[in-house]
């Protein structure tokens, strides 16, 4: 399968890889884990051929078929779902444009299209609409979806169509970045088994913990441009970092025993002519020393990231309420119908359901973006709601550096305060300059999320938080809220993050029926 030979990758002054290389086995299942911003996306993007790299060789067998899922659906798709997926076989896809203007001259160059006519016969052309139709329906599409508009589904169904796509031109070297972002704990499920018998070699980005040790049986950690290979999946690469880590520390300290016993030598008879010459040569040893021991490099995300939540003003006791509301577009297709939710200061709900049946326009009809199509809907006294919703790119401004975004999103802030809360999500010195265009996912979502904090607000609102956030700081996110003071209501597929601070879970189905049930099971007062 694919080799990379001495890969090296900068951005400006930064190295993001550093004289990677390695043969990627065959048939095996490796995750890259790191801290958000560290490169991931970037090294899948060079091994795809989406960017450049500045040294090494990248070495790809002529019988190997690389597929890719990005981290987010086409934003312009094709007018139907068929269509969209039949566009990811670019090949036959171009050899369909070929046919169509060798027909066209036809009469004047018949060879051609004789020729070409049989390259569509000999690559599978004409079977490519029902083989695209078979991945269709064994992903969970409806044949009566194939004619539909792909910007009328679910995030998570539209990352299926993206998967189907890709699987169009029957990979053997599948690449997929956060796969399980948009996905609901069904359909993490499904893409798990499904993934569980691929035969071939997968390379994943996720920060799921649970899904790369249902799947991983290697791992690659990216840390300080190094790529660091461990066997196992994510539980056998904690043990593994550990003893390594502890390993190159016992030998760090080893060189700096030896270079003190050194300089304790230079330092004592370095005036003594006698000894000069010794001690010239014990001097260029302890140089020796310390370029080993500058080349031990602990494998290691050490820096914490902090969200620093708090309430500027408390709410009243009832926070919101919904009495019988039905949301959607519009009352003859609601999407949920006779939803009851009291809200009371202090609970944090999770929301949780398929995806598809509404759970984010619920959020939206709560914070106004989207109305109510019938029902009551109250907020109580002194609410400041806070909402970060599930595409960054929604509220921030891609042209803008990622200190202007959050000073234009909480008006008010002073430019040091603003910094400060930057750095405790570990965006700092020329982090808070970069243009958010070129940021990574998880950079994005810290933004999004520094601006949210900013405001101070009593009432969080948040969709898919969690969403590119790394491990590390998807825990330090969960202590945060399980400790803030103000009251919650989130959406989020992520198990472990849902039962680390959740008081509540609200539970909607598509017979229309919701409720509101503690931690422990029991009904809600």
């Not at 490796?30 to 990248?58: H, M, R």
Request: glycine share 6%; hydrophobic share 35%.
């Amino acid at each position: 399968m694919i080799i990379t030979r001495n890969l090296s990758k900068k951005f400006g002054s930064r190295l993001i890889i550093d004289n990677f290389s390695f043969q990627f086995p065959k048939d095996k299942k490796i995750a890259i884990i790191g801290a958000n911003g560290a490169g991931k996306t970037t090294f899948l993007n060079i091994l795809c051929g989406f960017e450049e790299y500045d040294d090494g060789d990248i070495i790809v067998p002529k019988d190997c078929t690389v597929g890719y899922l990005p981290q987010s659906p086409c934003e312009y798709p094709k007018s139907t779902i068929l269509e969209e997926c039949i566009s990811g076989n670019v090949q036959l896809c171009d050899l369909q444009n070929r046919l169509n203007d060798a027909l066209l001259n036809i009469a004047d160059d018949y060879d051609t299209y004789e020729r070409v006519e049989q390259e569509c016969s000999d690559k599978g052309l004409y079977s490519l609409e029902s083989d695209t139709k078979g991945i269709l329906v064994g992903l969970g599409f409806e044949n009566s979806q194939f004619n539909d508009d792909p910007r009328n589904l679910s995030g998570g169904w539209r990352m299926r169509l993206e998967l189907a796509k890709m699987l169009t031109n029957n990979p053997n070297f599948i690449v997929l970045d956060e796969p399980t972002n948009h996905l609901d704990l069904p359909s993490i499920t499904w893409l798990e088994q499904y993934l569980k018998s691929f035969r071939g070699v997968l390379l994943f980005v996720s920060h799921d913990r649970d899904f790369i040790n249902n799947l991983a049986d290697m791992v690659i950690h990216l840390s300080n441009a190094n790529l660091n290979v461990y066997q196992g999946d994510f539980e056998s690469f904690l043990e593994q970092k550990e003893e390594a880590t502890k390993s190159i520390l016992r030998e760090k300290e080893s060189l700096k025993k030896k270079q003190n016993q050194l300089q304790t030598f230079v330092d004592r008879f370095r005036a003594k002519s006698s000894k000069a010459k010794q001690a010239q040569s014990k001097i260029k040893m302890i140089e020796k020393l310390k370029q080993l021991e500058n080349r031990l490099v602990v494998d290691d995300d050490s820096k914490k990231i902090k969200f620093n939540m708090s309430v500027k003003t408390k709410s009243g006791k009832i926070v919101a309420e919904l009495s019988d509301c039905s949301i959607g577009y519009q009352e003859s297709d609601a999407l949920l119908r006779h939803l009851d939710l009291r809200i009371i200061r202090g609970n944090k709900i999770a929301v949780i359901g398929t995806n598809g049946i509404g759970k984010s326009t619920l959020l939206k009809s709560i914070v106004g973006e989207i109305p109510f199509i019938s029902g009551e809907f109250t907020i109580g006294t002194n609410v400041d709601m806070g909402y970060y919703e599930q595409e960054q790119l929604n509220i921030l401004d891609p042209k803008m550096n990622a200190l202007d975004n959050v000073m234009r999103l909480a008006p008010g802030i002073t430019r040091q305060q603003a910094m400060t809360i930057l750095g405790c999500l570990l965006i700092t010195g020329d982090g808070s300059k970069k243009l958010v265009d070129v940021m990574s996912g998880g950079e994005k979502s810290k933004v999004a999320m520094a601006a949210l904090l900013a405001r101070k607000s009593n009432f969080l609102i948040l969709d898919e938080p969690t969403n590119h956030l790394d491990m590390s700081s998807t825990e330090a996110l969960s202590e945060s809220l399980a400790s803030y003071d103000g009251t919650v209501l989130t959406v989020s597929h992520n198990r472990a993050f849902i039962t680390s601070f959740a008081t509540h879970i609200y539970v909607v189905d598509k017979r229309n029926k919701a409720e509101l049930t503690g931690c422990d099971g029991s009904p809600s007062d």
